[in-house]
């Protein structure tokens, strides 16, 4: 057992007495990290995190393919994020008055984004998109809700432990993609329908036909089209997937941000139409440090960025040449039922059509190259920053060689 381990394992246990669940964000819990098959040696814990790596407890320095689970676009830490959002902290972050920056960070996102006449911020994604469906829902005097994606741990749209069925009696879920099955959900929800609400991106880019289909049919009832724009605003376009052409001239009536807006720091913003937006004069949505300034700072150095440069192109050429070392790796150990899925700037892999087969050459594929240096995202999605240039590029291909070397063996080893 090395030094390394050594740590990781006494630290796991630390948090396994204190910390509900091992660790509070569901997707960073070790099974979530690496699966069934879950090495206790492996690290769920870091130190530190600059560019795009990050120093674990045990004292490994790996680069990181996860982001921050996609909320950092530009690097960890930042050098200018983190000055601005430092030098709101000195200057107090909150008082019982709003801080300007609210109002100024909303103007420049009325600017920025489609769909946005108003805006309301909050912290996490989740209490983002509850906001917008409890806005379109106020708005419509509505209440059936029809959706397609991921939208976060609160009640309104999934069941599991802890929640009762009429938490989500008034949301449908359909598959993404599916126009027949989202018309089959808006005709079941009537004249009830409040608000269709989607994840543009889920794996791969939309069809049009789709996106048209969710407005007309919104049209057609009366209902708030909702974009989930958490993953892909800040990442496909500063401006959201709505800004960019694979939208085909598609606009939502609400749309919710987070993630990258603020690169790592905590902040989400539900931007829309004024005639939806203006039913939080009526709706409670409150919290009390949603307008707190370091992250209303931080989310400024980054729309500054964008400004500057086109930080999404960046981000795209970034993920095709990650790809590309990956997709190398992949063919020269053989591979090939391995695919690489998602989107330059949100991909993944997938090992193969077998659940339990894929889950265990995932989980030799993470150990190997980790072993390697790099941390590759299990499941979807890895995310590029703008860190992840040309000087991590031996590093990210030997682990890939190493972790599809490590899936050959399994391959053999089973066959």
Same mark, same amino acid.
Request: charged share 20%; hydrophobic share 50%.
């Given at each position: 057992?090395?030094?390394?381990?050594?740590?990781?394992?006494?630290?796991?246990?630390?948090?396994?007495?204190?910390?509900?669940?091992?660790?509070?964000?569901?997707?960073?819990?070790?099974?979530?990290?690496?699966?069934?098959?879950?090495?206790?040696?492996?690290?769920?814990?870091?130190?530190?995190?600059?560019?795009?790596?990050?120093?674990?407890?045990?004292?490994?320095?790996?680069?990181?393919?996860?982001?921050?689970?996609?909320?950092? /676009?530009?690097?960890?830490?930042?050098?200018?994020?983190?000055?601005?959002?430092?030098?709101?902290?000195?200057?107090? /972050?909150?008082?019982?008055?709003?801080?300007?920056?609210?109002?100024?960070?909303?103007?420049?996102?009325?600017?920025?984004? &489609?769909?946005?006449?108003?805006?309301?911020?909050?912290?996490?994604?989740?209490?983002?998109?509850?906001?917008?469906?409890?806005?379109?829902?106020?708005?419509?005097?509505?209440?059936?809700?029809?959706?397609?994606?991921?939208?976060?741990?609160?009640?309104?749209?999934?069941?599991?432990?802890?929640?009762?069925?009429?938490?989500?009696?008034?949301?449908?879920?359909? &598959?993404?993609?599916?126009?027949?099955?989202?018309?089959?959900?808006?005709?079941?929800?009537?004249?009830?329908?409040?608000?269709?609400?989607?994840?543009?991106?889920?794996?791969?880019?939309?069809?049009?036909?789709?996106?048209?289909?969710?407005?007309?049919?919104?049209?057609?009832?009366?209902?708030?089209?909702?974009?989930?724009?958490?993953?892909?605003?800040?990442?496909?376009?500063?401006?959201?997937?709505?800004?960019?052409?694979?939208?085909?001239?598609?606009?939502?009536?609400?749309?919710?941000?987070?993630?990258?807006?603020?690169?790592?720091?905590?902040?989400?913003?539900?931007?829309?139409?004024?005639?939806?937006?203006?039913?939080?004069?009526?709706?409670?949505?409150?919290?009390?440090?949603?307008?707190?300034?370091?992250?209303?700072?931080?989310?400024?150095?980054?729309?500054?960025?964008?400004?500057?440069?086109?930080?999404?192109?960046?981000?795209?050429?970034?993920?095709?040449?990650?790809?590309?070392?990956?997709?190398?790796?992949?063919?020269? /150990?053989?591979?090939?039922?391995?695919?690489?899925?998602?989107?330059?700037?949100?991909?993944?892999?997938?090992?193969?059509?077998?659940?339990?087969?894929?889950?265990?050459?995932?989980?030799?594929?993470?150990?190997?190259?980790?072993?390697?240096?790099?941390?590759?995202?299990?499941?979807?999605?890895?995310?590029?920053?703008?860190?992840?240039?040309?000087?991590?590029?031996?590093?990210?291909?030997?682990?890939?060689?190493?972790?599809?070397?490590?899936?050959?063996?399994?391959?053999?080893?089973?066959?």
């Amino acid at each position: 057992m090395s030094a390394a381990g050594d740590a990781h394992r006494a630290w796991r246990a630390r948090a396994g007495a204190v910390v509900a669940a091992t660790a509070s964000t569901g997707s960073k819990r070790p099974a979530a990290l690496y699966g069934a098959t879950d090495d206790a040696d492996a690290p769920l814990h870091f130190t530190h995190a600059a560019g795009c790596r990050v120093t674990t407890v045990g004292g490994e320095t790996l680069v990181d393919l996860g982001s921050g689970l996609g909320a950092v /676009a530009l690097g960890y830490a930042d050098p200018e994020v983190t000055r601005r959002a430092c030098a709101a902290a000195a200057a107090g /972050a909150v008082s019982l008055l709003t801080h300007a920056d609210e109002v100024t960070l909303a103007e420049r996102l009325v600017d920025l984004i &489609p769909c946005a006449e108003r805006v309301l911020f909050l912290k996490s994604g989740a209490e983002a998109v509850a906001a917008a469906v409890r806005l379109a829902r106020a708005a419509t005097g509505r209440d059936a809700v029809v959706g397609s994606g991921y939208f976060g741990w609160l009640d309104w749209w999934g069941g599991g432990p802890g929640i009762t069925a009429g938490a989500h009696a008034d949301f449908v879920a359909v &598959p993404f993609d599916d126009v027949a099955a989202l018309e089959a959900a808006v005709d079941g929800a009537g004249d009830r329908l409040a608000a269709i609400v989607l994840e543009p991106v889920v794996e791969r880019l939309p069809s049009v036909a789709w996106l048209r289909a969710a407005r007309r049919l919104c049209d057609r009832a009366g209902a708030v089209l909702i974009f989930d724009e958490v993953k892909t605003g800040c990442r496909l376009h500063a401006g959201g997937f709505q800004a960019t052409a694979d939208a085909g001239e598609v606009l939502p009536d609400v749309a919710t941000f987070g993630k990258a807006l603020a690169n790592g720091w905590p902040l989400s913003a539900v931007v829309g139409r004024r005639a939806v937006m203006d039913a939080a004069r009526r709706a409670w949505v409150s919290s009390t440090l949603a307008s707190e300034a370091t992250a209303l700072a931080a989310a400024h150095a980054v729309l500054d960025r964008h400004a500057e440069i086109d930080v999404c192109a960046r981000l795209r050429l970034h993920g095709e040449s990650l790809q590309a070392l990956v997709a190398e790796a992949r063919d020269a /150990a053989g591979a090939a039922d391995v695919a690489l899925a998602g989107i330059p700037a949100m991909w993944f892999l997938r090992f193969g059509p077998d659940a339990e087969r894929g889950a265990r050459r995932e989980a030799r594929f993470l150990d190997a190259a980790r072993a390697a240096g790099v941390l590759f995202k299990r499941g979807a999605y890895n995310y590029p920053t703008l860190a992840h240039d040309a000087s991590v590029d031996g590093v990210v291909a030997a682990a890939a060689r190493a972790g599809f070397d490590a899936v050959r063996a399994l391959d053999e080893e089973e066959a």
